[in-house]
């Protein structure tokens, strides 16, 4: 009885282990005016094999924003988890119909028709415009990503399988949701390795609550080598770009460092481009080769 008893606590802490980090009942932000309605649930630039070499291999977690480019980030890595986290609710509402489809699909073609077929009211449409839209997007794919290689999709969907990937709902520059992610996933033991905020830097900076965000991110349990990952209209690497988009991938640390030290008063992304990429010693070609864009392809 004695033995019995201890194999079945064995049993529920191994279990508890492989789960997921639980974000349930997480407090919740006050979301802004700007929620955008469903509109970035389909993809609007292609770059995302752009950080194909600066994700690959990173373990811990991964945040970040949007629908496709984020579950191309987690195909990239060996995350331990993965928090798809957006300001717009449809958006969340759609990441959630995306995870169940991984956990009904046994391969890509199986999931784009599972994202049509779960899809109601009005995340029919999107659906539809999105699975078109994403089909064409994937001979961006290196090889390395979920829509052209099998072991990443499998990879991908074991995740969802195990409750390891979370759609959130919060603001980046709130002070609730974000903070509370990074406190489940320190009492976990997990910590960001990647953290890709897209081009939302650019509505931040116009409602002047980048100090909201530095003071976020100052709180989150990074990697030693974590990296931010943004898309950009400000071409700080001229040439290295997709269409009107950069890609970037810079050390947590430099981009933390680089928003402290400007003031969204100023020409608001124009003036955190020339901080980060005019001001930084670390930003370099020969000492930190870590500015890129879509052709370009990461880090050496």
Not at 74 to 80: D, I
Not at 151 to 174: E, F, P, S
Not at 245 to 259: L, Q
């Amino acid at each position: 009885m004695r033995q019995s008893h201890l194999l079945a606590i064995l049993i529920s802490l191994a279990v508890s282990t492989a789960r997921g980090t639980d974000f349930r009942d997480l407090p919740r932000d006050v979301v802004p005016q700007l929620t955008f309605g469903g509109a970035f649930i389909v993809p609007n630039e292609a770059g995302f094999a752009a950080y194909a070499n600066a994700t690959r291999d990173k373990g811990g977690a991964l945040i970040s924003v949007g629908t496709f480019r984020a579950l191309m980030l987690a195909s990239y890595g060996k995350f331990s988890e993965v928090v798809l986290f957006d300001v717009d609710p449809k958006v969340v509402a759609f990441n959630e119909l995306q995870i169940e489809a991984l956990k009904v699909a046994e391969n890509v073609s199986e999931f784009l028709a599972s994202i049509e077929r779960l899809a109601n009211g009005d995340l029919v449409v999107r659906a539809r415009d999105y699975v078109e839209r994403v089909s064409k997007l994937a001979v961006s794919d290196d090889g390395s990503g979920f829509m052209k290689n099998p072991d990443a999709y499998l990879r991908l969907r074991q995740l969802a399988l195990d409750g390891k990937i979370h759609a959130v709902n919060g603001d980046l520059a709130g002070n609730s949701t974000l903070i509370a992610i990074g406190d489940r996933l320190r009492k976990k033991g997990v910590f960001i390795s990647v953290f890709d905020v897209s081009n939302s830097l650019y509505y931040i900076l116009g409602h002047k609550r980048d100090q909201e965000l530095v003071e976020n991110f100052g709180k989150l349990p990074f990697t030693r080598d974590a990296v931010v990952n943004f898309t950009s209209e400000i071409d700080g690497n001229p040439g290295r770009h997709w269409n009107s988009w950069s890609y970037y991938s810079v050390p947590a640390r430099v981009y933390i460092r680089a928003a402290n030290h400007f003031s969204s008063s100023r020409a608001a992304e124009t003036a955190f481009a020339k901080t980060l990429f005019g001001t930084s010693a670390d930003l370099t070609e020969k000492t930190c080769p870590v500015l890129f864009g879509g052709k370009r392809g990461g880090l050496k």
